[in-house]
């Protein structure tokens, strides 16, 4: 057992949080990790309302310690999907990718319902704001992570957050982490825990599909590219201060670089793509993943990934003490 | 004390090695993390045969634990260099940015010599490379880093390196680290020290020069960027895949990302380059910094940095064992 400020606040047995990701955090995928001892998440953003009650219902329902994750800006175009969110009481909210008067109103909104509440931030000056709106926690996500991201890399930011929030608020280190050592660096850097994405993208309770499955077994970190692509022909409107890491694909290929022309040909792209996308086609859909994929080389389930991971940090942890000698 | 596979084989108290930065890392630098126990190393690339004398000389005659970092390609085309660094015989070489065949030729060379050598490696098949090479020591380097790098991030990078060598050798993790918790951090995922730059370009001993020590103390991470412009105004035949964190200044500004531009100008924007880098113009000239530069916030000696980067990490390293309780 590992015990941090992280596992206290919260009242879960390991610092171990699975990153709330769209379509691939299910309910499944996060009922299983709270099961497990973590936080389990589950990504609402780009879902509509029947995945809200298909998925966040059945976190709910299993119960424990788990959440939901929302991108502040897709929820502020979709007016009543927040309502709804909030119906299913989730203890544990986490919040990411909104401004600062986003940050305020949504931490006020969550607190007010009783939630824990996560912020997710990729800046020092995210940092205080998030701090100074009252988040309970604070994730803190590095450039390595898949998906959306920043520029700053996880390992001298954790460290640079810390020493604004001066440890009031409990940290949560994200952006390069697939196993225990990388819980025992986080521990070690002063964070209280890791938020893992592509380690629990890859496991049997995932929703990532078949192909995109088999692909972060077998692509590697050289293999992830940084675009705004996928945003792009979806026609969502991210700020470009992100962009996302994915494994790279025809579509990547193709497309990156060339924001303004692919909106341009967002009408005759957009059907195939979708098209695509809805067949699992690997060269063409978006496969989120980070520079974790050296580290990732099986398909395991959501519960032996939180062992692990803890089982690891553990013997590193230990394997600390005995460096140390009295001078 | 923090004992390691890296103390234990090059016979010196701390995992904490000064990086051999070029026009940075001269001998009084070296000499100093030397004698505060750490391993300091005399940056020569880009030296000329006096400079070696001045530096190298002045390592060599402190004694101790010193070494001298090459950057092997800018070796190939300076016949005669080699052997003159040879023949003060530094007890380690630090070899760095050659391809396959340099590395194989250089780390033989070095070997015969009698020195411990250090390869540094940005991604697993480097790694793979050196340690078929015959290196005694890697260095993983992220791209974190200040000055040139390549893209995989330290965090997920140094347990990938350690997956691949499997601890045969002794890695120092590079790119991130101006603390004691990043040391702790490093040895957590399992490396055997810390390598840092920035935090000893920041120091009494280094040859950065007024202006970009100042830089280096006012400005933040977030106004580093990576560029190849200094690269190519010096005509310096960097291979594209690697790219230097600077500060950002008005040179980077007018240049970043229109290299081939520049190189057609180099004939008149060298000279006034080259003139304003002689003023220390800190709008001009190349300021290789980190990702740490949040975390450096003053002057210091370098004996100062080695002794709190040890207190601090032993700090960090005494306060994970109590987070560990039998389940």
Known sequence: MISTKLTELLGIDHPVVSAPMGSVSGGGLAAAVTQAGGLGLVGVSYGDAA??????????????????????????????????????????????FGDASQVRRYVESAVHSGAQVVVQVHDTEQAAVAARAGASVLVAQGAEAGGHHKTQSTLPLIPAVLDVTQGAVPLVAAGGFADGRGLAAALALGADGVMMGTRFAATEESLATAGFKATLVSAATTDTVNTRSFDVVRGIPWDTA????????????????????LAAARAEVEPEWVAAVARDDTSQRAMFAGEVLDLVHDIRSAADVVRSTVTEAETALARLGPLLHTS
């Open 51 to 96: 995945f809200i009650d298909e998925h966040v219902g059945y976190a709910a329902e299993r119960g424990g310690v788990w959440g939901v994750g929302c991108v502040m800006f897709t929820f502020d175009e979709r007016p009543g999907l927040w309502d709804k969110v909030l119906g299913y009481a989730p203890p544990v909210i986490a919040l990411s």
């Open 242 to 261: 992100y962009t996302a890491r994915s494994v790279g694909n025809s579509f990547t290929r193709t497309w990156s670089g060339r924001d303004a022309e």
